[in-house]
């Protein structure tokens, strides 16, 4: 049967496995959400990708001499937030 079809022995024992006692309906189920899932582990990787090139150019900017500037201003907003948040202010009125 290999041979006819034109398959390895492993490869038609794999599926075998996989699929023995499915009924179609639950393989064709199984194939859609394969296929879903495949779809899924693409966007994840494309977005992956815009992410490490989004990043790359502000890991440049934070290496040149306005690296303090940001950190200083990124401290102080967190700061604030948390100050606020321990005394019980709204993050909107932080300027009373």
């Keep these: 049967m290999c041979r006819k079809t034109g398959i390895g022995q492993a490869t038609f024992y794999g599926w075998r ?3 023995v006692g499915l009924m179609p309906t639950e393989m064709k189920s199984l194939r859609q959400l394969e296929e879903k899932n495949d779809r899924y582990k693409m966007i994840v990787t494309d977005l992956s ?3 490490d ?4 150019p ?7 001499a306005r690296r303090c500037e940001l950190l200083d201003k990124i401290r102080e907003v967190l700061a604030l937030e948390r100050i606020c948040r321990i005394v019980g202010y ?7």
């Design 17 to 19: 496995k996989k699929y």
């Design 49 to 51: 990708w815009d992410k």
């Design 53 to 56: 090139a989004l990043q790359d």
């Design 58 to 64: 502000v890991r440049k900017a934070l290496k040149s």
């Design 90 to 96: 709204p993050e909107d009125d932080q300027s009373r």
